[in-house]
């Protein structure tokens, strides 16, 4: 039996811990519970609290997901300059082109219910499809190219919507006006062009094939049903300066930031319209999970399945799409998702089927890289989780997924006293942690926080030699607690400090 998400008030400080499910009687503890995947998400939390801070961005929100399981989520920074409104988990942000996978499954549900096909043309559900077409030798424009974006549509719908101050996105009737003003761009099944045209007409077909508008079908057949209430199919100004984050564009020469105005993205709403959260959009990838494991009713196993395999691949192999959703690689494993880029917002939704993990970023910022904060966090979580579930079902953990030998040299109580954050003499910080059961000093800021741990062996009292990759033993690390209450973290005859009450 399916629940709502519960809230567990014993993480509401740092954590939102919700179920989707009851898990069986041998699961009974939240993986976020689970030792490893608590000190992973300690990682994940300081290396993001200094990359919001020392990234200058304004605000931002992340949230963690294992299976029907919201593990972990969080804000950053704030949701509204002006006000120091601090940002949240429930944070709305516009999540841009991720507003794609919506619109695609609309057009697969509606494919399962026979109303359309993926090789229709476009034209035959739009009557007003009527560009100019130097290559109709080469076939229509049909629903699978819209999809896969390899349709040979321009990119955008012939209305300078990116171009502030005031950002003009056009009304449905204003982009079938311009449509025959427009020209292909390539013949279909020819080229990858990333196209907000095609999704917005692959939206506009959801609509005609469904008989009702397309924020009415997407919320009755796909919104409501997974409980999503903060998700909306524009920008509503019922929100804006309260659950609306502020969007600001990005970074100057000047390193500031500036407000950016209010706009709609209207008629162009099924390719970058949609508002959320990040706890929304954990709903959205557990749904996809139940729907994998053939328990939902809302879309069918194998669509899904299709959905996330490669249907476009460019001849160099760089650039990989499904139906709707994007299809990359990362250190050998695979990834489907979709990000997402608006005026002051930006966004990254990644999922790992194989691993029932997915991981969702928002920000209110320009100039992120959102896209690297959903990976890393995911690189930083995945295994602790992979682990974990090994445990809750009772089978062996992997012998690779372990900790390193000798890890674990002292207990956990002994070196908590040493860690925190240490101010170093020439900028930056090194945050002290534990990690995979030895301390570990991590640099910040950093883009690459699991490649940036220093692993410290336990010697005596407050001596620590740093291990190095072949297990030998450097330098040492001395910690030195002073009568003022400061700890000071020595190496190579130099200081680092740790203010006191930290």
Not at 246 to 268: C, E, F, L, M, S
Not at 363 to 386: C, E, H, K, M, Y
């Amino acid at each position: 039996m399916r629940h709502p998400w519960i809230r567990n008030p014993a993480g509401a400080a740092a954590l939102a811990l919700l179920l989707l499910s009851a898990p069986p009687a041998h699961a009974q503890q939240a993986l976020a519970d689970d030792p490893g995947v608590a000190e992973a998400l300690h990682l994940l939390d300081i290396w993001m609290d200094a990359a919001q801070a020392y990234g200058g961005i304004p605000g931002a929100s992340l949230s963690v997901v294992h299976d029907q399981e919201l593990v972990w989520a969080k804000g950053y920074g704030y949701a509204h300059l002006e006000g120091e409104e601090p940002a949240s988990p429930s944070t709305m942000y516009s999540i841009c082109s991720i507003s794609k996978l919506f619109t695609a499954v609309g057009v697969l549900q509606l494919r399962d219910q026979g109303k359309l096909g993926l090789d229709d043309a476009v034209a035959k559900h739009l009557d007003w499809f009527n560009i100019k077409d130097d290559y109709t030798e080469a076939g229509p424009v049909d629903i699978e190219g819209l999809l896969t974006h390899s349709s040979g549509l321009p990119r955008e719908a012939g209305v300078p919507y990116w171009t502030g101050p005031d950002y003009p996105f056009p009304t449905p009737e204003k982009i079938v006006e311009t449509l025959p003003t427009q020209s292909m761009l390539y013949p279909p099944r020819t080229y990858f062009q990333y196209s907000n045209l095609a999704l917005t007409l692959a939206g506009e077909i959801v609509a005609e094939a469904s008989g009702e508008s397309y924020d009415d079908y997407i919320r009755a057949n796909i919104l409501d049903p997974l409980g999503m209430s903060s998700t909306f199919t524009d920008l509503e100004d019922r929100f804006r300066g309260n659950r609306l984050a502020t969007g600001y564009t990005a970074r100057g020469r000047d390193g500031k930031r500036h407000v950016i105005p209010d706009y709609w993205v209207r008629g162009i709403s099924p390719a970058a319209g949609f508002i959320s959260t990040v706890e929304d959009l954990g709903r959205f990838a557990s749904w996809q999970f139940r729907v994998l494991d053939g328990d939902d009713a809302l879309l069918d196993r194998n669509t899904l399945r299709d959905m996330h395999r490669v249907h476009w691949s460019e001849p160099d192999g760089n650039t990989t799409y499904g139906l709707g959703f994007s299809v990359w690689k990362s250190d050998g494993d695979t990834f489907v998702g979709h990000g997402g880029s608006c005026p002051g917002y930006r966004s990254h939704l990644l999922l790992r089927p194989q691993d029932k993990v997915a991981t969702a970023f928002m920000t209110n910022g320009q100039g992120v890289n959102s896209r690297q904060f959903a990976q890393t966090a995911f690189d930083i979580v995945a295994p602790a989780l992979r682990r974990a579930a090994k445990k809750s079902s009772g089978t062996p953990a992997d012998a690779g997924m372990v900790a390193p030998d000798g890890a674990g040299n002292a207990s956990a109580e002994s070196l908590e006293p040493f860690t925190g954050t240490y101010q170093r003499p020439l900028g930056g910080e090194s945050a002290v942690l534990i990690w995979q059961g030895d301390l570990h000093v991590l640099s910040l800021p950093t883009n690459n926080p699991l490649n940036s741990l220093t692993r410290l062996r336990h010697i005596e009292d407050g001596t620590f030699r740093r291990v190095r990759d072949n297990d030998d033993l450097g330098e040492a690390f001395i910690f030195e607690e002073m009568p003022d209450g400061r700890m000071l973290m020595w190496r190579n005859d130099n200081y680092s400090v740790r203010p006191a009450g930290m």
